[in-house]
């Protein structure tokens, strides 16, 4: 066995972020965290890790989840995701806070899984839950929030596509469709595997028009005159409110100004064991996966016993990160202002004015020993500092 090996590789799935990566992560969750607050949402932090019996009402495969064995040989998880957690904690010691809660989060989240491009074992999101308010203004809120959040981060090329589960789930019931196929059926569609969602359909004892209506279930995306077209299709009243739904949320976007940012997609439902209205997810120019997610699920909270209506979103940092260097779009570099360099006799002075800049909250770094000027200056330019200022 390699012991070198055991020692200086990360665990698959795990990466080192160097000091510019560091930054570049630093400088988009205070961003985040800025806006977060500036929308009215407190942030709160989760323990890593949790019971599996609190992440198991979502748990669709559990090898995806990091299991560990805890005290007295209970089971506990890594945390997959963030709106579980935070669903425990809304049930227990928020359980008596005044409604609608707005929090936010910021942390690292971990999935067992291949990696791929803008995804590993672990990974960062950010996100925002709001929860005891079933209005279309929350969700408009939530998805407007995302908007912004990832223009705050610096991408201008993207879109937000909308969909809306409960238009589904009143199409499959118009047809009376029998609930395990519904489940296939939406697992297909959610995976986007069209081919398999239409041999089912194809199997079903429909006319030929009720097949093909079902068939442009997941194909129905367009701007806003899609939602003029939706109501032409075979729906009951559930149906009906559903767009509606959706046509009230997007009058609200309109009014925060983001309207432009938001395509129709009715083939976007994520999680249909999860979601109940709307959901959307938003994806930038060369990448084939969303940036991020989210929408309302009224359900998730009854697991818990406290039930209440919610939504929310997150958002994949290093999808963010990613999506900006395809776009060729740099975060700020990290403002480093003052090296000091001195001679030998003079370190007192020089740690005397690195501490003066510091209280001006200029960043300041004193050199370990003497040297003379032509290797302070060296340094300074070396270590990315604006400039020297050299005692000797």
């Not at 202002?337 to 020089?350: L, M, P, S, T, W």
Request: hydrophobic content about 40%; glycine content about 8%; overall charge negative.
């Amino acid at each position: 066995m390699n012991s070198e090996k055991l020692i200086l590789e990360t665990p698959y799935g795990t990466r080192d972020l160097l000091p510019g990566d560091a930054a570049e992560m630093r400088h988009m969750e205070n961003t985040l965290s800025d806006l977060f607050r500036s929308w009215g949402y407190d942030e709160v932090i989760t323990p890593t890790i949790e019971h599996l019996e609190t992440l198991a009402p979502r748990i669709l495969e559990e090898n995806s989840l990091f299991m560990l064995l805890g005290n007295k040989n209970k089971l506990l998880a890594l945390r997959n995701e963030m709106t579980t957690p935070i669903a425990r904690l809304v049930s227990t010691r928020l359980k008596d806070a005044p409604v609608p809660l707005k929090l936010s989060y910021i942390c690292n989240v971990f999935r067992m899984e291949q990696t791929q491009m803008g995804r590993q074992c672990e990974f960062h999101q950010a996100g925002v839950e709001l929860m005891g308010s079933e209005t279309p203004a929350s969700d408009a809120e939530i998805i407007s929030l995302a908007i912004e959040s990832v223009l705050r981060c610096g991408i201008k090329d993207f879109q937000i596509h909308l969909g809306q589960v409960a238009f589904l789930d009143a199409m499959l019931a118009y047809y009376a469709i029998e609930e395990s196929l519904c489940r296939a059926l939406k697992s297909a569609i959610e995976r986007h595997d069209i081919v398999l969602m239409d041999q089912m359909i194809d199997t079903l004892p429909l006319s030929i028009e009720d097949q093909e209506n079902l068939k442009k279930l997941p194909l129905l995306n367009g701007r806003e005159d899609l939602l003029k077209r939706l109501y032409d299709f075979p729906l009951n009243s559930q149906g009906r409110s559903a767009v509606d739904n959706l046509a009230e949320i997007y009058a609200l976007i309109k009014s925060y100004g983001y309207g432009d940012y938001v395509r129709f997609d009715l083939g976007i439902i994520r999680d249909f064991n999860y979601y109940t209205g709307m959901v959307f997810e938003g994806y930038s120019v060369g990448l084939g996966f969303p940036l991020c997610g989210g929408g309302r699920y009224d359900r998730l909270l009854t697991d818990y016993g406290h039930p209440q209506p919610a939504t929310g979103f997150a958002l994949g940092m290093e999808r963010i990160l990613l999506a900006l260097n395809r776009q060729g779009i740099q975060i700020p570099p990290v403002v480093k202002d003052v090296y000091i360099g001195y001679a030998d006799d003079f370190i007192k002075n020089a740690i005397k004015r690195a501490m003066e800049l510091r209280r001006e909250g200029k960043s300041a770094e004193l050199g370990m020993q003497g040297q003379s000027r032509e290797e302070a200056e060296l340094s300074c330019k070396r270590r990315g500092y604006s400039r020297l200022e050299y005692f000797g």
